[in-house]
């Protein structure tokens, strides 16, 4: 899961795509393709809604032998939600789209639900629809609706210069996980990640948060892309590292979504929200949009990019 | 596409499911899985949003070999629009997750988003968002939102005894093009297949549809599916054949994408709707809920299922 070669074959793609796709003016649809969830203002109504979708894939997000059944449904609704809490949202229902494959028993697929609906259940997030149908490989799109009041969406490109840049958490323990196995302690962080819905709120309630987004594909290369949204650049130092992870899986491990976020100077962000560290690592400048530094040096976009030439 | 044999692995998959989940009351969300879309409630809006999954997948809905990529593009936002038009709505926007194979390069994948513009751009309904992957096959699932004035989405289970049945145009000719090859004229009703969109508001506003939804997987199941849904049976004489489709390809062919519906019998329903016809095939009657019969004999439910075991 983890990638090692630089590029940027998505965000390539998706300006392509962009640059096609043109949102009707005056219209409903307020943010499109680029950020974590597309925005929707329903007519006469007080709250946006926001859309994300996300799939995940036999032996392309996981295989069949390491990740239990239980495990992949629960990741595959965080994930979702993990977007919502990035625009400071909160769930409103899901729909998951259902492709399964030979190797998939009644029983495999009620563990799979299992895991899906618990923690639908604990984020009232109500399972409300999908599709389903048989394929070669097992396959999930899972599509969460979440909604914010009107116009208040955290975004990725509203970070201005000299906004203070922060992490939640500690970073690399999902890379970890993956490194180690089942076995390892690191496991959990892998395999059953927890969306910083709360956190989410927060941010866009009490912290007033410039811009946000969940720390899914590396912070290097999910940084990159908050600075190019906000046509800024950053410069950091080390981000808290779970314990006995690496530099490298701290910065370009992805999967541990947890929240990066920007605000202003003047704002006090406490040191810990409900338990969880929230810790300053840089400040937004002006300079070549995207670009990146670490102590100091250019840090590469590595993190985890699906259309990149490998 | 077309499969033989009978069962109920997806009404039953459906059942069980939907045995295992609460909407909770009072809530937003007003009808969950088991129509053609969910319905969602935005908080002080005037309408309710329909929501709608379809995947379209390598092998699965289609081969390589056979499907241009302007055709599946096509044809995956279609079946999404096609569900919106059977629940009376207009499209608002949609979502797309594109599972990218090896083989697929840029320009057929150009060409893919070409299909699904095009559609897009002639309905009103934005591509506003999405995921990206590469995968071992092509796969995508698209996500159509839709509106319909608040609490007036037309239902599969609002048919009462006494309601006459109908169907929109000439049905098989979408098996007839898949058995025949893209050389023949049924092709395009296999590979573009039209969303009766105008129909769909036509039936809810004017003609007061007590039940209607799409023909995607072949008259037999999807009319058991209705009479399952509105606990009645029905009585249907031969629906109109495509020209040159056989009997068995126009009662169980699917993916024709006509919209069936029934209505009060004191509503004018015209014998056509822009040019396209609408014939009256039948009656709803009291007695075993999802018993279908075809000139007084028992119609097996044929049509597609996915999650039959063949």
Redo the contacts between chains.
């Keep these: 899961m983890v990638k090692r070669s630089a590029g940027g074959g998505?965000v390539q793609?998706?300006e392509r795509?962009r640059s096609?796709?043109?949102?009707?003016k005056g219209?409903?649809?307020v943010?499109?393709?680029g950020?974590d969830?597309?925005i929707?203002r329903?007519?006469?109504?007080?709250?946006d809604?926001l859309?994300?979708?996300?799939?995940l894939?036999e032996?392309?997000?996981f295989t069949r032998e390491t990740h239990r059944p239980e495990e992949l449904g629960w990741k595959a609704l965080a994930r979702g939600l993990s977007d919502i809490a990035a625009m400071g949202g909160e769930p409103?229902?899901c729909?998951l789209?259902l492709?399964?494959a030979s190797w998939n028993g009644a029983a495999w697929v009620d563990r799979f639900?299992e895991g899906v609906?618990a923690l639908a259940a604990r984020e009232?997030t109500?399972?409300?629809?999908?599709?389903?149908?048989?394929?070669?490989?097992f396959?999930c799109?899972i599509?969460v609706?979440g909604?914010v009041p009107w116009g208040k969406a955290l975004r990725r490109d509203g970070a201005r210069a000299g906004d203070l840049i922060y992490v939640s958490g500690v970073l690399g323990g999902s890379a970890l996980g993956l490194a180690q196995g089942r076995r390892s302690g690191a496991w959990r962080r892998h395999a059953c990640p927890e969306p910083r819905l709360e956190l989410g709120r927060f941010l866009r309630t009490d912290l007033k948060a410039t811009a946000a987004m969940d720390l899914s594909d590396g912070l290097s290369l999910d940084l990159h892309r908050l600075c190019l949204a906000s046509g800024l650049r950053a410069r950091i130092e080390m981000p808290p590292v779970f314990a006995g992870a690496s530099g490298e899986q701290a910065l370009h491990g992805g999967e541990d979504y947890e929240l990066l976020f920007t605000a202003r100077p003047s704002v006090r962000v406490p040191s810990t929200f409900g338990g969880l560290p929230l810790t300053r690592i840089g400040t937004m400048h002006r300079g070549r949009p995207g670009a990146v530094e670490l102590d100091g040096r250019p840090l590469p976009a590595l993190g985890y990019d699906?259309?990149r030439q490998s």
């Design positions: 998505e793609f998706l795509l096609r796709i043109r949102l009707p219209g409903q649809t943010a499109g393709i950020d969830c597309a929707f329903p007519r006469g109504s007080s709250e809604l859309f994300t979708t996300d799939l894939l032996n392309v997000h409103r229902f729909l789209s492709a399964l639900y609906l009232s109500p399972l409300v629809g999908g599709d389903l149908a048989h394929a070669e490989r396959g799109d599509v609706c909604a699906h259309l």
